[in-house]
């Protein structure tokens, strides 16, 4: 799974560098007409381009990331290499990587190999229980309501208390003092995670 | 209080937003290239910071194309401020390609929150990041095998041998390594010396995971 602009020299090195059974390009729609799009096509008949919007880094990682899972769920393994395009595309496959637990490289033109531990989703270090406080969490609200809501969802006090903690731990959620009362809201942050969120319930 | 880290290309539009943003703003760090454009937004970003009466270090990068030793920098910085207990914040979006990925890299390694400001907007936009050390995802033992096998690249090891330098059983160590290797952060490679003997090594780039 390769990045791409419009210059296949960002692509070319990690194709002679790694390994690879099919080539998927991520990219722009404009990038699809351009020159180098055409001399990769001709090396590689057989590529696949997913389309993005190149410049929506939450677009382009949710891309980047179902783009990993239909890979694995083909029975293959991904491998990505995050040195073509925009910034923004070259941010969210690198994210991408991390989130999903895939080798990464950026090899241009020498290849480094980014520290990804396989299998090893970024989202596991949210337990169930923070997820599900995670979904209850809309708007400010008190800590102490929270903690009810989450108990009719078979969530004990002290767990849910702790799926909260995490939570701020996390930077997920912020609480606050107000008149003796804890009050907790969810941060722009969990906002994000919440669309990632959904992606992995989906695959699940 | 928060320290703000950045990233500036050309334009400083793209780091306006969060020094204006950031709430309870201590100090502003942010890295350049050496290029005369990147120089005139630096003067310009400086200026903006002085009028709101903010300390702001702007940090010239010797070579903006330089992965690795970016990473390095930023990093260096960033944990010089996280021992401080002073939360940060980091802007990814301006500056080189490499620069942007390197501070990207950072704060997945380190959790920092990171953002990026879009190009037309000029809205900020918070990336989907937790607030962990990246490396906490090894056990203790797996870290310390690993950052064993890192500062000791130029040494073959093998499995026995290396649980003996780190002073641990061999079916102890065996059994880390093989989570090692599943999660890709070691290979086993055969002894040119002796075919039977298989060598460990730490895979390229774990030196970011546990330098």
């Known amino acids: 799974m390769a990045t791409f602009g419009f210059d296949e ?13 099919e080539l998927v390009l991520l990219a722009g729609r404009s990038s699809l007409r351009t020159k180098g799009f055409a001399r990769l096509r001709a090396l590689e008949p057989d590529l696949r381009a997913v389309v993005v919007d190149p410049f929506d880094l939450v677009r ?15 029975g293959g393994s991904a491998r990505v290499s995050v040195s073509g395009g925009t910034k923004i595309l070259c941010a969210a496959a690198m994210l991408a990587a991390f989130q999903e637990g895939v080798e990464a490289w950026y090899c241009d033109p020498d290849p480094i ?12 270090a949210v337990s169930d229980s923070a997820r599900l406080v995670a979904g209850l969490l809309r708007g400010e609200r008190s800590a102490e309501e929270l903690v009810h809501a989450a108990a009719t969802h078979g969530l004990g006090r002290v767990a849910a208390y702790q799926a909260l903690k995490d939570l701020v731990r996390h930077g997920l959620a912020d609480q606050r003092l ?16 919440r669309a990632h969120f959904r992606i992995a319930a989906r695959k699940g | 209080m928060t320290v703000l880290f950045g990233t500036l290309g050309w334009r400083p539009q793209s780091l306006i937003p969060s020094i204006r943003s950031t709430e309870g703003l201590e100090r502003v760090t942010f890295y350049h290239s050496d290029h005369a454009k990147s120089r005139t937004a630096r003067g310009r970003v400086i200026e903006f910071c002085r009028t709101l009466g903010v300390p702001a270090t702007a940090v010239e990068l010797s070579d903006a194309f330089n992965l690795l030793q970016i990473v390095e920098r930023i990093r260096a910085d960033v944990r010089r401020e996280l021992a401080g207990g002073i939360p940060l914040r980091f802007n990814i979006a301006g500056g080189t390609r490499l620069m942007s990925s390197a501070a990207l890299l950072t704060c997945l390694l380190e959790g920092i929150p990171a953002t990026y400001v879009h190009d037309e907007t000029y809205e900020e936009i918070p990336l989907p990041l937790l607030r962990m050390t990246y490396a906490d995802r090894l056990t203790p033992r797996q870290r310390a095998i690993l950052k064993f096998l890192v500062e000791h690249r130029e040494r073959a090891y093998t499995e026995s041998a290396l649980a003996k330098a780190l002073g641990v059983h061999k079916a102890t160590m065996n059994h880390h390594l093989r989570e090692l290797l599943d999660k890709g952060a070691i290979d086993r490679v055969e002894n040119p010396q002796d075919r039977r003997a298989l060598l460990i090594r730490a895979v390229p780039g774990m030196e970011l995971l546990v330098g």
Do not use: N, S
Not at chain 1, 178 to 193: Q, Y
């Open chain 1, 9 to 21: 020299r960002h692509v070319l090195p990690a194709l002679r560098l790694l390994p690879y059974d």
């Open chain 1, 60 to 74: 382009c990682l949710e891309a980047t990331c179902d783009a990993i899972v239909e890979a694995a769920r083909r």
């Open chain 1, 113 to 124: 190999r980014l520290p990804v531990l396989r299998g090893v989703r970024l989202e596991d």
């Open chain 1, 178 to 193: 107000d008149g003796g009362e804890v009050l907790v809201r969810p941060t722009a942050g969990l906002e994000v995670h």
